[in-house]
C-alpha cells in the first residue's frame, strides 16, 4: 500500500489533482467558522442527498412496476439476454477513465482555492479526450460482439442473430455513457445536483418506458436499444445546457486545447478506471458465469434479483455524490470536518438502507411471487435473501470510498479491489462448477461485499489517521444492522413462519437504528428529527448558486 496521506508533497503537487497532502490541524482561530461551516453543511448536504435520491428512486418505482411488463413482453431467455446487455451498459462506464470523479475533485478544490477561472479549460480537454477515446471504445466492442454472443455465452441459435444486432445497436451509446459521467462530474463539483435531478428524473423515466412503448409495436430487441439510446441522447444534451451555465460565462471551452490539462485528471483517473473496471468485473462477472456454465435461465433466475438489490445503490450514491465534493474540499484543512463527514455519511447509509435490506431478506419470496409471479419466486427467493446480506455491506462502503476518492487515493481503491478479484471470482467459478448453483454465486457475492466494507473503512484508518475513530465508531451499527438483516434471511431460508420473521426484522431493524442514533451527537439528532419533522425542507435549494 502507497504511503500515508500525511506525506508532504512539494508546494506544485500539492496544487494537483492528485495530491495526498497531510490535514492541516485546526487552530484555535479556525473553530467558530468550522462549526458554523459544519451547521450549514448538514443542511446543504441532507439536501443535496434528498435530490440525488429522488433522481434515482423516482425512475426506479417506474422501473420495478414496468419489470414484469418487460418481461411478459420479452419471455425469460430475451428477458435474461436483455439484462446481459444492461450489464454491458454498466461495463461502458468505466472507459470515462475515471475523470468525471476526477473533475469533480479538482474542479470542486479549485473552487475553494479562489481557481475556478481554470475550470472551463480543463473541461473541454477532458471532454475532446473521452470523446476520442470512447469512440475507440465502441468500434472494438461491435467488432466483439458476434464472437461473445456466438461463443462465450449459452445463447439459443434462434436468438443469436438479434441478440447480435441488439447488442451492436447499444454499443452507439458508449460514448454518451462516458460524456454523461464526465458532465455530471462536472456539475456535481458545482454542486447542481438540484438541477440535474430535475432533469434527470423524465428523462430517466423514459429510459423504462421506452422499451415498453417500443415493444408494443415492434417486437424486437433492436428496437428496445435504440430507445435506450435516444434516452442518453436526451440525457447528454441536457447536461451539456447546464454544463455550459454552470461555467464562467463567456469562457470557452475547446479554445487552446493541451493534453497538459488533462495529464494530473488522467492520472488520478487512471486509477479510478482500474478500481472502477474491477468494481464492474466484480459486480457483474458472475452472471456472465452463470450463462457460461449453467443456462440463460439461470442468469434470469440470479440477475433479476441481484438488480433488484442493486437498487438500493441509489441511497449511498445519493449520499456519496454530496459527500466527494465536500469531502474534497476540506479534507487537506479542515480534518475533524471531514472525519464527522465519514461518519455521517455513513451511519445515514445504514439508516436508510437497513430497513430495506430486511424487508427484502424477510419478503423474499412474496416480492418476488407479486413482482414477477410463482415462476421467479421459487427460482430466485434464496438468491434474493442471501443477496440482500451482502448489499447492506456493499451500501455501507460507499462512504470510505468517497473519502478515498476526495483524497486522490483511488490506488488503495484499485488494490483493494484487484485482491478481491483475484481471491472472489475463481471462487464464484469454483462454486458455481462444484454444483453450488445461483445460492451459492449469491453468497460469495454477499461475502465478498463484507470483505470490502470492512476493509475499505480500515483503509481510511491508516491513511487518514483523522478520520479513525470514526471508522472504528462506525463497527456497532454494521454488525449490528448485518447480523439483524442475516438472522431474517436464515428464517426465511428455514421456512420459518411469519411471527418469527417479524420479530427477528423489528429487532434487527431496532437495535441498527438505536446503535445510529447512539454513533450520533446531539446536534446531529435535533438535526435529524427536525428532517423527520418538515421531510420537505431537505428538497429546498441549499444554497443559492447550488441548486
Not at 459 to 475: F, N, T
Request: charged share 15%; hydrophobic share 60%.
Amino acid at each position: 500500500m502507497p504511503g500515508r496521506a500525511g506525506r508532504v508533497r512539494s508546494s506544485s503537487a500539492a496544487r494537483d489533482a492528485g495530491d495526498r497532502s497531510k490535514p492541516r490541524a485546526m487552530t484555535a482561530a479556525d473553530t467558530t467558522d468550522v462549526a458554523g461551516r459544519r451547521q450549514a453543511g448538514r443542511g446543504a448536504i441532507a439536501s443535496h442527498v434528498a435530490w440525488n435520491a429522488a433522481g434515482r428512486g423516482l425512475p426506479l418505482l417506474l422501473a420495478l412496476a414496468l419489470t414484469p411488463v418487460l418481461v411478459a413482453l420479452m419471455g425469460i431467455e430475451r428477458w435474461g439476454l436483455f439484462t446481459l446487455a444492461l450489464a454491458m451498459v454498466g461495463v461502458f462506464g468505466v472507459f470515462d477513465l475515471g475523470v468525471g470523479q476526477a473533475l469533480t475533485r479538482t474542479i470542486a478544490e479549485r473552487i475553494g482555492a479562489g481557481r475556478g477561472e481554470e475550470a472551463p479549460g480543463l473541461v473541454g480537454a477532458a471532454l475532446a479526450c473521452l470523446v476520442g477515446i470512447s469512440v475507440a471504445v465502441a468500434a472494438l466492442a461491435w467488432a466483439c460482439i458476434p464472437f461473445l454472443v456466438e461463443r462465450l455465452l449459452r445463447i439459443p441459435p434462434a436468438l443469436q442473430a438479434e441478440a447480435v444486432a441488439a447488442m451492436r445497436v447499444l454499443v452507439v451509446a458508449a460514448p454518451l455513457v462516458v460524456v454523461n459521467a464526465a458532465l455530471w462530474g462536472v456539475l456535481a463539483a458545482y454542486r447542481r445536483f438540484r438541477a440535474m435531478n430535475l432533469v434527470t428524473m423524465p428523462v430517466s423515466a423514459f429510459y423504462y418506458l421506452g422499451p415498453v412503448l417500443t415493444l408494443l409495436v415492434w417486437d424486437s430487441l433492436v428496437g428496445v436499444m435504440l430507445a435506450l439510446v435516444a434516452c442518453r441522447l436526451a440525457m447528454t444534451i441536457a447536461y451539456a445546457v447546464m454544463m455550459r451555465r454552470a461555467l464562467p460565462a463567456g469562457a470557452p471551452l475547446f479554445r487552446g486545447l493541451r493534453v497538459a490539462r488533462v495529464v494530473p485528471l488522467l492520472k488520478l483517473g487512471g486509477w479510478m478506471t482500474f478500481a472502477g473496471l474491477l468494481t464492474q468485473a466484480l459486480t457483474y462477472a458472475d452472471r456472465f458465469l452463470i450463462g457460461a456454465l449453467i443456462s440463460l435461465t439461470a442468469v434470469a433466475f440470479y440477475a433479476t434479483p441481484l438488480d433488484l438489490v442493486m437498487r438500493a445503490w441509489i441511497l449511498p450514491v445519493a449520499v456519496a455524490q454530496a459527500l466527494l465534493p465536500a469531502m474534497a474540499g476540506a479534507f487537506a484543512t479542515r480534518a475533524a470536518e471531514t472525519a464527522d463527514l465519514l461518519r455521517r455519511g455513513a451511519l445515514a447509509i445504514v439508516a436508510l438502507v437497513l430497513p430495506a435490506c430486511l424487508v427484502l431478506a424477510g419478503a423474499a419470496w412474496m416480492l418476488l411471487r407479486l413482482w414477477l409471479g410463482a415462476e421467479f419466486a421459487d427460482g430466485g427467493a434464496a438468491v434474493l435473501r442471501i443477496l440482500a446480506v451482502g448489499v447492506f455491506f456493499s451500501c455501507a462502503a460507499f462512504a470510505p470510498a468517497a473519502l478515498l476518492d476526495a483524497m486522490g487515493r483511488p490506488d488503495a481503491t484499485a488494490r483493494f479491489a484487484l485482491a478481491q478479484a483475484l481471491v472472489f471470482l475463481p471462487l464464484t467459478a469454483l462454486v458455481l462448477w462444484l454444483g453450488g448453483g445461483i445460492a451459492g454465486a449469491a453468497a460469495v457475492w454477499a461475502l465478498r461485499c463484507t470483505v470490502d466494507c470492512a476493509g475499505k473503512l480500515a483503509i481510511v484508518a491508516r491513511l487518514y489517521p483523522a478520520a479513525a475513530p470514526a471508522a472504528r465508531g462506525l463497527a456497532a451499527p454494521l454488525a449490528g444492522g448485518g447480523a439483524g438483516v442475516l438472522a431474517v434471511a436464515l428464517a426465511g431460508s428455514i421456512g420459518a413462519g411469519w411471527p418469527v420473521i417479524l420479530a427477528l426484522g423489528l429487532a434487527g431493524g431496532g437495535l441498527g437504528l438505536a446503535l445510529v442514533l447512539r454513533a450520533l451527537s446531539a446536534a446531529e439528532r435535533r438535526d435529524l428529527f427536525h428532517l423527520l419533522r418538515h421531510p420537505r425542507a431537505a428538497l429546498r435549494p441549499a444554497a443559492a448558486g447550488s441548486s
